[in-house]
């Protein structure tokens, strides 16, 4: 071997790594599927010891990905549906990628890698509100009114929830659920403890001060990404500041440095330091409100239509438990709903069949069928059986029935704005700032907030 | 022979041998009690594996498990996807690390046995390296590999992983280098063996522990890597063990014994691999960390 | 055939052995790094396709003017002093109680170091449990020993979220430098102390004079990586806290990730990226002078 042969060896090996960077994946044997765009992986399925490649569209055979939250006993409930539809429709296969258990707070940055790497999932989920705010903005999601002529969807789900998903006139995405919100309790146990449901907000904090007096709490929160705790805040504005300023707060057009909203934080500190809520709640995670709540130690948690299905799934008996809506001594009276939706991303290769796919989701046929996978869709005429579900369909009626709600805050904020929220409420919390101190900060955030992103 | 710091030499008479060695026996006494400390959060999350919710709410931590429950294993794994993720690590390290150690021991020869201009210069260069955090790479990562079609699959994780193990490798692999002797070189230079020869059939191959110890290194580095996986794979199929037990976590956020069950399985082989291999890895620490 | 190489010749082929690390350095960490810059003066928000160029108003903005950077920071800097005491002197500590023959000292070594193999995502899981306000060890312990009225939900108060974190840093992070240490200390010549000992020194003055000189470049790998990680801090404060309670325990890896990649603030975010790196590179160069001297 001489000098050429090593400089040839030299030029070639460098070139290979260039070209082996270049490709990414140094030819290297792996089990990887061939296609890196079409992974079908489904997510629960409780033998799927691997992920098998879908066939990519070379003829007939369409794998549609779906994006959602879904954690494992929602996908058990899920996955009779999509085999359904996969059964009805051999040529379409559906694959879920599921980031569960943390509400919006991970989910989002997911899907915007996601998206931001240009392999987006067909349609995704996402709430209503602010909070699909970014996606439509950034031109990431189809516009779909054209979808709603050719559906007709307009008629099919509750009026309210096209409001929340609309966005300049237009709408962005497919009403997949409708939600409202209410302190659930548990009858038996307010009967020991006598005390009732309270008409309004002073019978609410006397009903708290009594529990007190027997060592209990009157609520459970779990603090851990701000929106549980945001829940009762929520619920607070909308009695100190009424259904007005409320909306406008939102809407940001009134300063949040408003007496109102000072009240309102003055509420929660209130609560905190009589012992009205569960102690060090801060970074207790949302689902873990429950065991105090499941306990006995607690008396109320704020939580929604769908907690008939967590008490079920925790092996608590649901009659013994009820809801009501938190008395705000205003009027209307309104309390927090909102809806969820479907969006389908732009760049995805197969909307129409996408479309489809939601439309079928989302009818009332459908839901008929799998009463428990939809107990709380936004299709108007799709009820869960409810000698199964009473609570769910009593909450149920009251959501879709509603003439006027607030949307919880996170679904008005964008999610810069909405930890900035969080931090002002944990301050308070800790004592780390006033109530006045708060109101001033989350104004300053309002403003840093508008200027940064020019609105 | 190892000289204590702390005893005096040592005397032939009992006496004065007890009296002077209690030092020793409280320190090892310490060391156990620390020891023990030290493992207690590894029997925490056992113990916890292995019950059930109910029994855990009921009787608190630690308390003795009721029964004991293997099937929360069996569960965490299945409805977990964790074959998914240790299949993905695991194609990663087959790929990744012995692609990275080549091109590292490729430039390490020249820097070890060569005589050229910029020799010191190129290696500061590789070597400030080691300071580069990680975040100020993220975006522009995620933009080149949407450019190569690549973002957000598994084929994405090699080049940054590559590029960040290097400064380490061809670090240690050029002190290696440096303690082989010349002599071997200029023999087979002066037989005609061109520089390549010399590398592939002498300088490798005597490099055996050097490669070893590395490839354990990065295999651990690249098993427990974070902050790269998080940003550039979002697909669930394509998910790496540490990325898919946050994602885990959000399934499981408060069936901690399900919880406790993942980490365990996912710290498994490592801790398994951690027992049998330590001694390559510990050298190598040393070996990177110290001049020979 | 023999004949002597002319001195041009030869210089090609280091560079031939150097190509490929050199342009995968270039590629994939030189240009991410300069390409990162020029994001760091727009305000581009990571998915448009247009920016503005603002120029070096994200850094002064980060440094001057948002309340949060300058909280994650301080904490990196905390987290640093801790970092540089803390885990380096028990480490000390380990190694000269370990570099004694004692039984199972292998045993105490590999107990010591084994954290450090974890993923720091299993570590963060782990420690949570551990600090879990109603099931958490800790707490439990402290209510069976009588010191109930301690236990308290430790990271969710805005006192001891970063210290709580960090006593999990610990637990990680005292292996390497015990190892380090170690190594260190069994490289030094017996004949030091021998020598010594014949002048009459005793334990403490042995470990002053002889020792800890010995342990002069220990130190400075310890010293400097621990600076060095102290401020690329993320996977465990990702875990643990995210940066709760409200954003007590941001540090600047975390916030420059929520920046860049949850609030659609690229150029702002590379900004932050950048002030980690600078700061940094810029404690690293002792460390790598004194790596790279022969």
Redesign the interface.
Same mark, same amino acid.
């Given at each position: 071997?001489?000098?050429n042969?090593?400089?040839r060896?030299?030029?070639i090996?460098?070139i290979a790594?260039?070209l082996?960077?270049?490709?990414?994946?140094?030819g290297?044997p792996?089990?990887?599927?061939a296609q890196?765009?079409a992974?079908?992986?489904t997510?629960?399925a %409780?033998?799927?010891?691997?992920?098998t490649t879908a066939p990519v569209a070379s003829g007939e055979k369409i794998t549609l990905?779906i994006a959602s939250i879904w954690?494992?006993t929602s996908m058990e409930q899920m996955q009779p549906v999509l085999d359904d539809y996969m059964k009805q429709n051999p040529n379409i296969q559906i694959a879920v *990628?599921?980031?569960?258990?943390?509400g919006a707070?991970?989910y989002?940055?997911?899907?915007?890698?996601?998206?931001?790497?240009?392999?987006p999932p067909d349609a995704f989920f996402m709430w209503g509100g602010e909070i699909a705010g %970014?996606f439509i903005d950034? *031109?990431?999601v189809l516009n779909l009114n054209d979808f709603y002529k050719q559906y007709g969807w307009d008629k099919v789900y509750g009026p309210w929830t096209l409001d929340r998903i609309s966005r300049n006139g237009s709408k962005f995405g497919v009403p997949y659920t409708a939600h409202g919100m209410g302190f659930w309790y548990n009858k038996d146990n307010f009967a020991k403890w006598g005390v009732e449901v309270p008409k309004t907000f002073a019978e609410q904090e006397a009903m708290c001060e009594k529990l007190k007096g027997q060592n209990v709490y009157c609520v459970s929160i779990g603090?851990?990404?701000?929106w549980h705790t945001m829940r009762i805040l929520d619920y607070f504005i909308e009695h100190q500041c009424g259904p007005d300023k409320h909306d406008q707060l939102n809407a940001l057009t009134l300063s949040w440095a408003d007496p109102c909203v000072v009240a309102s934080y003055q509420s929660f500190q209130k609560w905190v330091d009589n012992g009205w809520v569960v102690?060090?709640?801060?970074?207790?995670? %949302?689902?873990?409100s429950?065991?105090p709540f499941f306990?006995g130690d607690a008396a109320l948690v704020l939580e929604g239509d769908w907690y008939e299905s967590v008490l079920k799934n925790n092996e608590q008996d649901n009659k013994k438990y009820n809801f009501y809506l938190p008395p705000t001594d205003q009027t209307p009276l309104r309390f927090s709903t909102f809806p969820e939706q479907f969006m389908i991303s732009k760049d995805g290769k197969h909307p129409n069949e996408t479309a489809a796919f939601l439309n079928w989701l989302t009818s009332p046929e459908t839901a008929k069928k799998f009463p428990t996978a939809f107990a709380s869709s936004a299709t108007i005429g799709a009820n869960p059986d409810c000698n199964e579900w009473p609570l769910t369909c009593g909450l149920r009626k009251e959501v879709l029935d509603a003439k006027s709600t607030y949307p919880p805050t996170d679904q008005a904020f =964008?999610?810069?704005l909405m930890?900035g929220f969080?931090?002002? =409420?944990?301050?308070i919390v800790?004592k780390?700032l006033t109530p006045e101190e708060g109101a001033n900060l989350m104004q300053q955030r309002v403003d840093e907030w508008k200027a940064?992103n020019k609105k | 022979m190892t000289e204590s710091l702390l005893l005096p030499k040592r005397n032939a008479t009992v006496a004065t041998r007890l009296r002077r060695s209690w030092p020793t026996l409280l320190i090892w006494i310490g060391l156990i009690f620390l020891a023990a400390l030290w493992l207690i959060p590894f029997i925490i999350i056992l113990l916890t594996s292995l019950r059930s919710m109910n029994d855990l709410?009921s009787n608190g931590v630690f308390a003795w498990p009721q029964r004991f429950l293997p099937e929360n294993f069996a569960k965490a794994w /299945?409805?977990g996807?964790f074959?998914?993720y240790f299949?993905n690590s695991l194609?990663l390290i087959? $790929?990744k690390v012995p692609?990275g150690i080549l091109?590292a021991a490729?430039a390490a020869y020249p820097l070890a046995k060569m005589r050229f201009r910029f020799n010191n210069a190129i290696f500061v260069i590789f070597l400030i390296g080691l300071a580069i955090p990680v975040q100020v790479t993220l975006m522009p990562l995620?933009v080149m590999?949407?450019q190569?079609?690549?973002?957000? $699959?598994?084929?994405?994780l090699?080049?940054p992983y590559v590029v960040f193990g290097l400064p380490f490798q061809i670090f240690v692999m050029r002190g290696f280098f440096r303690t082989l002797p010349n002599e071997l070189i200029e023999a087979a230079r002066l037989d005609?063996?061109?520089?390549? $020869?010399v590398f592939w059939r002498i300088m490798l191959p005597l490099s055996g522990p050097a490669l070893v110890t590395l490839f354990i290194i990065d295999a651990l580095g690249t098993w427990n890597e974070l902050l790269i996986a998080l940003?550039?794979i979002? /697909?669930?199929?394509?998910l790496t063990v540490p990325v898919g037990l946050?994602?885990f976590?959000?399934?499981?956020? /408060?069936r901690y014994t399900e919880l406790m069950a993942g980490v365990v399985i996912s710290i498994a082989p490592i801790l398994f691999i951690y027992i049998f291999l330590q001694r390559y890895l510990v050298s190598g620490l040393t070996a990177g960390a110290l001049k020979e | 055939m023999t004949h002597t #190489?002319p001195r041009r #010749?030869i210089r090609? +082929?280091p560079y031939?052995?150097l190509?490929?690390a050199l342009?995968?350095y270039l590629?994939?960490l030189g240009y991410p790094m300069f390409y990162s810059f020029i994001i760091s003066l727009t305000d581009w928000?990571?998915?448009?396709r247009g920016s503005n160029w603002v120029g070096l108003s994200n850094y002064t903005s980060a440094i001057f003017q948002d309340q949060v950077t300058i909280l994650a920071l301080r904490n990196n800097l905390i987290w640093t002093a801790g970092t540089l005491v803390i885990p380096t002197t028990l480490g000390l500590l380990f190694a000269v109680a370990l570099d004694q023959k004692l039984p199972a000292r292998t045993l105490l070594r590999s107990i010591f170091y084994s954290p450090a193999v974890l993923p720091l995502v299993a570590v963060g899981l782990i420690w949570a449990w551990m600090y879990n306000? &109603?099931f958490g060890f800790i707490n439990e312990v402290l209510k069976a020993v009588g010191l109930g009225r301690f236990a #308290?939900?430790w990271?969710?108060?805005?006192e001891t979220?970063l210290p709580a974190t960090f006593l999990t840093a610990i637990w990680t992070g005292v292996g390497f430098s015990m190892t380090v240490y170690l190594a260190a200390l069994q490289g030094i010549p017996r004949e030091q102390y021998e020598a010594a000992r014949m002048d009459g020194a005793t334990g403490p003055r042995l470990f002053w004079n002889i020792t800890l000189p010995w342990l002069r470049e220990a130190h400075v790998i310890v010293l400097s990586l621990a600076v060095i990680n102290s401020f690329k801090v993320f996977d465990l404060i990702y875990t643990m +806290?995210?940066g709760?309670?409200? #954003?007590s325990t941001q540090v600047m890896g975390t916030w420059m990730y @929520?920046n860049a @990649? &949850?609030?659609?603030?690229a150029g702002y975010g590379s900004a932050i990226a950048w002030i980690i790196a600078i700061i940094t590179l810029v404690v690293a160069i002792p460390y790598v002078r004194r790596m790279s001297r022969d």
């Open positions: 071997m001489n000098r042969t090593t400089i060896t030299f030029a090996a460098s790594t260039l082996a960077a270049c490709a990414g994946m140094p290297a792996s089990a990887a599927p890196p765009n992974p079908a992986a997510a629960a %409780p033998a799927a010891a691997d992920a990905r954690d494992a *990628d599921n980031t569960a258990g943390s707070a991970v989002p940055d997911v899907l915007k890698t996601a998206l931001a790497s240009g392999n %970014p950034a *031109d990431q603090g851990k990404f701000g102690p060090d709640f801060l970074t207790v995670s %949302p689902d873990d429950r065991f306990k =964008q999610k810069e930890d969080f931090e002002v =409420q944990d301050n800790a780390k940064k | 709410i /299945s409805i996807n074959s998914v299949r194609i087959l $790929t692609l091109i490729l995620l590999m949407k190569l079609g690549i973002a957000g $699959t598994l084929p994405a090699i080049p005609g063996c061109s520089e390549f $020869t940003v550039l979002n /697909s669930e199929a394509w946050l994602r976590q959000g399934q499981w956020a /408060s | #190489r #010749r090609l +082929t031939l052995f190509l490929p342009l995968w590629i994939f928000d990571g998915l448009s306000p &109603q #308290r939900g990271l969710s108060m805005f979220a +806290t995210y709760g309670p409200g #954003r @929520f @990649f &949850q609030y659609y603030h």
